[in-house]
């Protein structure tokens, strides 16, 4: 059986992805082993088929909604604070240097014995 050279190109991309589908768990050396290919085309097809090795799993590197959803949270969170007070408007200028001026008022606290003693008075 003489198959063109893309035929047996596809069935080695065709097992590759297979065995990650099979085992996420497993190594791409492993894969280059058993299929009896180079290590580096392996992990070229893997790339090419949008898969990355996270933590020694291969995972689909796409944003799903879940994601998406998270990321335009923590954005929305971060853009917030600017909508109340601009972080311009809090910005003071000099020459080339800049300080971020937050006025706070802290009162002492003079802890437990003082306020005994202004009750005692």
Avoid: F
């Avoid at 035929?7 to 992805?17: E, F, M, P, S, V």
């Avoid at 589908?21 to 082993?33: R, V």
């Avoid at 995972?59 to 971060?78: A, F, G, M, Q």
Wanted: charged letters at 30%.
């Amino acid at each position: 059986m003489n198959l063109p050279l893309v035929d047996l190109l596809w069935i080695k991309i065709d097992a590759i992805l297979e065995k990650v589908k099979q085992d996420q768990h497993i190594s791409s050396y492993d894969i280059a082993e058993e299929l009896g290919i180079d290590h580096k085309t392996v992990v070229t097809h893997l790339k090419e088929a949008g898969y990355t090795n996270k933590l020694d799993t291969w995972v689909p590197h796409e944003l799903t909604e879940r994601n998406l959803v998270k990321c335009v949270l923590i954005y929305d969170s971060l853009l917030k604070p600017n909508e109340i007070e601009p972080l311009l408007k809090r910005l003071i200028t000099s020459d080339e240097s800049w300080i971020a001026y937050d006025k706070i008022v802290q009162k002492k606290d003079h802890g437990e014995k003082a306020s005994k003693l202004r009750r005692l008075k």
